[in-house]
């Protein structure tokens, strides 16, 4: 058994888990965070992405032991109260979602790629960067459109307009 | 019609909880003193259960019970069964083979469910399933339908002879025969449909928990129609009789189809609940989920298509074998029968059809019904062979196609179906249109100069949705009718409530079906809710799938609408002291036409409840409910077009540009269309480009994971041109035909016969992956 300390959306939490526990399961089962969810067992899809210290990160491939120290943002931790992230918000907008069960991943790795593009995106890019995270619903369609929506949003002008100017 | 009725894009009512993480899925919910399930499942594709030893499981950590099948039969739960009666054209009844939701002498497929282990976590669960040790007896395999049809396969089930499940036909074979006799000129080709795994993103799951005191189950399921488990489990699978049985499908992550059957697993954590007497969760890995959910697809088929000297088509004769897997699920009889079969005449007049179908069982995970079911089939065998009629005869395919379009309705077609309306050449035009298919061959030699190889392909579809008059499936065999149900309450303060029998797994029925009461009363969208997914709040309905719950669900709740409003509409003229014939509804109001008197919708349910002052002799109380089954189905129909550029060094394709120009009838929400489309059209790519579902030869699946099955990302696949034209279909009231399953019907052949374009090269199977595609273009070299 491992005692595991994680500051999860702003909340220092200590549990004993087994050892074997991952991140995600630590978040689902432990503390009750169930929009962060399991889609395959091989970190393929996505569905678990958190950030931890600022960054995307696949919750199903780390140990929740390996978290204890860290700050932990799920899509829980994402909106500021009622008022939507701007990448919520381009979702709800553009239609970026349907059965909801990527949606969480798909959001928070959004959030990263956005910012992790302080040049601004093109659609090019944000497909590329949606590697790590599988839709069955949407085409991707309306993801793509969400994202750069919401980078634009974010005050980060497109590639596109950059050159134009 | 106003900012929220019908025709509105109105942004989602159920996107909140979604994209704030507060959606629930049946993984996120929680019953005290719940303990979690895993399936030992069987490694082989076809053995004999010798023993099972579960001695050193039970004595684990953690661990509650472990129970196996014969168990499962000593307390009289029953076989699952195929719902769909087809009978082979001698007139034998199909052969249906025992199944049992654990295996109890003999394993049919790798990932056969044997036992179940429940413990207080899902790790000791899966550590103890480990500790099973289950003594098999090895039999030979086969996983492909054409080998399990020859002589000396080995035999899946007694029932059936030579694996043999039907051997159907429809249509009319000599006139078939003895068109193609005289054609001037003959089409002939040989055709697979691959199999796919429809891999909804939301693992199925399945929650068990009996309650004692009220000697009642309730099960918390990853279903598209929980009525039709509660029947199906309660009917047929003895589990409980209807009225202690509740089933609740929650927020449900995608379908596909895969979420209609009633699996294994919800039954035997039903059953193991009361066993153990605790609440049982059973949530599928990925792996777990491509080894046992439904499978889709998978044909095998000859086919001949016949022209006059004028070109045009007068006959088609087709001859298919499709692989149903080990057992037959829920309804995959009817899918390579009547959701195939009747579509074979596309859009065009084709005077004689012929078709032969036989089904076959095989050591692979059943297969059933995958978005489109039977209709994609038809479409890629149909577009893929007009397509090559088209270069054989040396015409242009779109000019080929438009000379053949059925233009007159209603047409009856040789093969059941009769459709009732539709303009095929506006949606061949507005897709040439949008495409610029005229100034193809100027990009083509645009790309030849950059060294890559430019094709375009095209597709016209047509579907049939709904999916049908209840009696009318009942005489081709279903177990089941295919009507919906409905009913509306008014509140007391003038919110509304619907529930309804269909249900919602990202299709947004909360925001669609509450436009279509927002815009008939004239109230906020907010003021209505919509209740579906659960047996105890909703009396009965059939669920979703095929397409069917604009045309049909939400029929439905405009008979129950209908009713309200003519009650509603007697009060408030009871109330204004006018006539009910002058009674209007706007903008939240009922007013006496041409005059400014007037009852808030407010006030006017409250009267209906207060009941002081209510016309003589009306009950109290404003809720109604219909039920509703269509008259005819649905047929949506369009035209994709598809161009890509294949790089000849790789063989890799890149689609440039994807146009589709839909007929749907009318719509409610085009954001909301336009996005079904869209997913569609992804899974079609997904087929033609990426995915397939492989066996290797002793029956072990190769592609059990996501390293392993290509699933379709964002950068496989370009943003979609998409486009509707709308003849209203006539046989529903909302004139609605129906959008969730046209994407992935029309484009897998556009994508093939836009790569075969490419190439120089018609022999090209799917997925078209890069290694087939530069093998056929080397291939097309030598020639």
């Not at chain 1, 491992?2 to 220092?12: A, C, F, L, M, Q």
């Not at chain 2, 049992?100 to 899966?126: C, E, F, M, N, W």
């Not at chain 2, 006496?592 to 009852?599: H, I």
């Not at chain 2, 034209?725 to 009231?733: D, R």
Request: a neutral charge; charged letters at 20%.
């Amino acid at each position: 058994m491992s005692e595991v300390t994680i500051n999860v959306n702003g909340r220092t939490v200590t549990k004993t888990v087994e050892d074997r526990t991952l991140l995600v399961h630590f978040l689902r089962e432990e503390l009750g965070l169930t929009g962060t969810h399991v889609g395959c067992d091989t970190s393929q899809c996505g569905s678990c992405v958190v950030h931890v210290d600022g960054k995307a990160v696949k919750s199903c491939t780390m140990l929740a032991a390996q978290a204890s120290g860290s700050s932990v943002v799920t899509i829980e931790g994402l909106a500021n109260g009622a008022e939507l992230h701007p990448v919520q918000a381009a979702f709800k907008e553009h239609h970026g979602l349907q059965c909801g069960f990527c949606t969480p991943g798909m959001i928070m790795a959004a959030v990263d790629m956005i910012n992790r593009h302080p040049e601004g995106l093109d659609e090019a890019t944000v497909r590329a960067e949606l590697e790590g995270n599988i839709c069955r619903c949407t085409g991707y369609h309306n993801i793509v459109k969400a994202v750069l929506a919401a980078s634009a949003a974010m005050g980060k002008a497109s590639k596109g307009k950059a050159k134009a100017a | 019609m106003g900012m929220e009725g019908i025709g509105a894009r109105v942004a989602r009512k159920e996107d909140r909880r979604f994209i704030t993480g507060a959606g629930r899925y049946v993984d996120d919910m929680v019953v005290p003193g719940m303990k979690h399930a895993v399936f030992v499942r069987s490694p082989h594709a076809h053995a004999e259960i010798k023993k099972i030893d579960v001695k050193k499981a039970k004595a684990m950590p953690g661990v509650v019970d472990v129970l196996v099948g014969k168990q499962l039969k000593s307390d009289g739960i029953g076989n699952l069964i195929c719902g769909w009666m087809i009978h082979s054209k001698d007139g034998s009844p199909m052969k249906m083979g025992a199944w049992s939701p654990l295996a109890v002498d003999r394993v049919r497929y790798v990932g056969d469910a044997v036992a179940i282990v429940v413990a207080d976590t899902k790790g000791q669960a899966r550590d103890a399933a480990e500790a099973v040790e289950v003594s098999y007896k090895e039999l030979k395999a086969v996983t492909e339908a054409v080998d399990a049809l020859k002589k000396g396969a080995p035999q899946l089930h007694p029932e059936a002879e030579g694996n043999l499940i039907y051997d159907w036909e429809i249509g009319d074979a000599k006139a078939t025969d003895a068109a193609i006799a005289k054609a001037a000129h003959v089409t002939k080709m040989h055709i697979v449909n691959n199999r796919l795994v429809p891999n909804a993103m939301e693992p199925r799951a399945a929650l068990g928990h009996y309650d004692k005191a009220e000697d009642h189950y309730t099960c918390w399921t990853t279903s598209q129609n929980p009525h039709v488990a509660r029947l199906v489990m309660s009917a047929f699978y003895n589990v409980a009789p209807e009225n202690k049985l509740r089933v609740i499908a929650p927020d449900v992550g995608g379908g596909f189809g895969s979420k209609i059957y009633i699996y294994p697993e919800e039954i035997v954590c039903l059953w193991a609940s009361k066993k153990t007497g605790v609440p049982v969760k059973w949530v599928a890995d990925r792996t777990e989920s491509f080894l046992s959910d439904a499978h889709g697809r998978d044909h095998v088929t000859e086919v001949q298509l016949a022209f006059d000297k004028d070109n045009r088509m007068t006959a088609l004769k087709v001859d298919t074998i499709a692989n149903l897997g080990a057992y037959m699920s829920l309804f995959s009889s009817s899918v390579p029968t009547y959701l195939y079969a009747t579509l074979l005449s596309g859009q065009y007049v084709i005077p004689a059809i012929h078709a032969n179908v036989r089904t076959v069982y095989t050591n692979t995970a059943p297969v059933d019904a995958y978005r489109g079911a039977g209709r994609p089939e038809a479409t890629y065998l149909l577009e893929r062979v007009v397509e090559t009629a088209a270069r054989e005869l040396g015409v242009a395919p779109a000019e080929l196609r438009r000379k053949n379009f059925v233009t007159s309705f209603p047409y009856q077609t040789p093969v059941i179906m009769c459709y009732d309306a539709g303009d095929y050449a506006a949606s061949l035009d507005a897709a040439m249109k949008a495409a610029d298919y005229a100034g193809f061959a100027k990009r083509r030699e645009e790309a030849k100069k950059r060294g890559k190889l430019r094709g375009i392909g095209m597709s016209n579809y047509i579907e049939a949705c709904g999916i049908a008059p209840s009696a009318a499936v009942g005489s081709l065999g279903a177990g089941v009718g295919l009507w919906e149900s409905a009913e509306v309450r008014v509140n007391a303060v003038g919110t509304i409530e619907v529930l309804t029998g269909s249900h919602s797994h990202g299709q947004g029925h909360e925001t669609t079906f509450s436009q279509l009461v927002a815009g008939r009363f004239g109230v906020p969208i907010e003021s209505v809710s919509i209740v579906h997914g659960d047996t105890d709040k909703v009396q009965m309905g059939m669920g979703t799938y095929g397409s069917r719950s604009g045309a049909v669900g939400m029929s439905a709740i405009v008979k129950a609408l209908d009713k309200v409003e003519a009650k509603a509409k007697k009060i408030a003229a009871h109330l204004l002291e006018a006539d009910e014939g002058d009674i209007v509804i706007e903008n939240g109001a009922l007013k006496v036409a041409g005059t400014d008197k007037n009852v808030p919708w407010f006030q006017m349910a409250l009267a209906a409840y207060t009941a002081h002052n209510l016309p003589a002799g009306m009950e109290p109380g404003l809720k109604e409910g219909a039920f509703y089954d269509p008259s005819n189905f649905t047929f949506p129909a369009g035209c994709y077009i598809c161009e890509v550029e294949v790089d000849p060094d790789t063989g890799h394709t890149d689609i440039v540009q994807f146009v589709a120009a839909d007929d749907f009838g009318n719509i409610i929400n085009p954001m909301i269309v336009e996005g079904q489309v869209h997913g569609g059209i992804a899974q079609g790519i997904g087929q033609a480009l990426l995915e397939g579902c492989k066996y290797d030869a002793s029956g072990q699946l190769l592609t059990a994971s996501y390293m392993d099955y290509t699933m379709p990302r964002a950068g496989d696949l370009p943003s979609f041109k998409v486009s509707t034209s709308n003849t209203p279909c006539p046989s529903n009231p909302l004139g609605i035909k129906g959008c969730g399953e046209a994407g992935a019907i029309g484009s897998p052949p556009a994508v093939i016969n836009a790569i075969t374009d490419a190439i120089g090269n018609n022999d090209l199977t799917m997925p078209a992956t890069p290694q087939k595609v530069w093998a056929a273009l080397q291939a097309a070299k030598k020639h």
